[in-house]
Antibody, heavy 119, light 107 residues
């Protein structure tokens, strides 16, 4: 079955960096676009970034553009999110989610990893 | 950038029908997807491409989309349907947009 497992979250000071990982299994990872979506405590879903299956395209939300970098290693079935210059407002649960190739919905989600930015 | 507007909360009596709206400029020209999120859990897709149910989602869940409003309808509401619901579209095929979310309460 399709599984997405995020890791790498934790507590970090403002201005520092953190890298999240998302390990995929149960499907052909290299054939799917994958997203990062976050959710601040008590708030709604906020899309963060997407990477095409072959890394040919990467798109970002304005709120993270220039600070976050999405990447993937198809040989390891793993997605990454490098987060630099972290801000208090980046505090959230970060989910990775698979993009259904034909209908473009997010059909499978991981359980999320919590990032807390605090001094 | 494209914006989606949802009511903050909707209440429905047990066994009755709930409708959750998602407003956007000419949203009827876009494919709308809906997600259900229960406390402490990841979102789950309940409707895709306006009115299609993934396998495992009850027939009680349905959707429609026309003009400036998309609607998620939950028939015969059950206590287990209490959750936050989010609509989602693509903006210019490059970025994803979520609505602000609607908290459904089953009375």
């Amino acid at each position: 079955q399709v599984q997405l497992v995020e890791s790498g979250g934790g507590v970090v000071q403002p201005g520092r960096s953190l890298r999240l990982s998302c390990a995929a299994s149960g499907f052909t990872f290299s054939s799917y676009n994958i997203h990062w979506v976050r959710q601040a405590p008590g708030k709604g879903l906020e899309w963060v970034a997407v990477i095409w299956y072959d890394e040919s395209k990467k798109n970002y939300a304005d709120s993270v553009k220039g600070r976050f970098t999405i990447s993937r290693d198809n040989s390891r079935n793993t997605l990454y999110l490098q987060m630099n210059s972290l801000r208090v407002e980046d505090t959230a649960v970060y989910y990775c989610a698979r993009d259904h190739a034909m209908d473009r919905m997010l059909d499978y989600w991981g359980q999320g990893t919590l990032v807390t930015v605090s001094s | 950038s494209y914006e989606l507007t949802q009511p903050l909360s909707v209440s429905v009596a047990l066994g009755q029908t709930a409708s959750i709206t998602c407003g956007g400029n000419n949203i009827g020209s876009k494919n709308v997807h809906w997600y259900q999120q229960k406390p402490g859990q990841a979102p789950v897709l309940v409707i895709y491409r306006d009115n299609n149910r993934p396998s495992g989602i009850p027939e009680r869940f349905s959707g429609s989309n026309s003009g400036n409003t998309a609607t998620l309808t939950i028939s015969r509401a059950q206590a287990g349907d209490e959750a936050d619901y989010y609509c989602q579209v693509w903006d210019s095929s490059t970025t994803v947009v979520f609505g602000g979310g609607t908290k459904l309460t089953v009375l």
